[in-house]
């Protein structure tokens, strides 16, 4: 996990101060929909004919992230539906190896951090 983790630090060193920043507030918004729904599912009766043959996936929304050195940040945010049941889940990529949630709140901490400084504020003033 350590491994990974410094991996990750260096992916964020390569983007640019503009791909940082988007990369920022794409992570605080996926944490506000991960802690919306990170533990729902829903049954829906809707359309009873067609949900009661599939089972479905659709990607809400996917973000890609890539630097100069193949590094590769891929984040879905997928929605399934299995007969009447609904479930939200998020899947990450980092180098094309599934990662965990906990990956993506260290880069947000590693950015809230870097961006927060006082040191990198005195630079902007």
Avoid at 64 to 73: D, P, Q, V
């Amino acid at each position: 996990m350590e491994d990974t983790i410094k991996q990750g630090q260096l992916f964020l060193s390569e983007l640019t101060a503009e791909e940082r920043s988007c990369l920022y507030n794409d992570l605080l918004s996926i944490k506000d929909v991960y802690l919306c729904n990170k533990d729902t599912s829903f049954y829906t009766f809707r359309k009873i004919r067609r949900a009661a043959k599939r089972c479905a996936e659709c990607r809400k929304r996917t973000f890609s992230y890539r630097t100069e050195h193949k590094g590769e940040l891929l984040i879905s945010q997928i929605h399934e539906q299995k007969r009447f049941k609904n479930h939200y889940r998020i899947q990450i990529l980092f180098n094309g190896q599934e990662m965990e949630y906990t990956f993506l709140e260290n880069l947000l901490q590693y950015l809230h951090n870097q961006h927060f400084s006082y040191n990198s504020q005195a630079i902007y003033a």
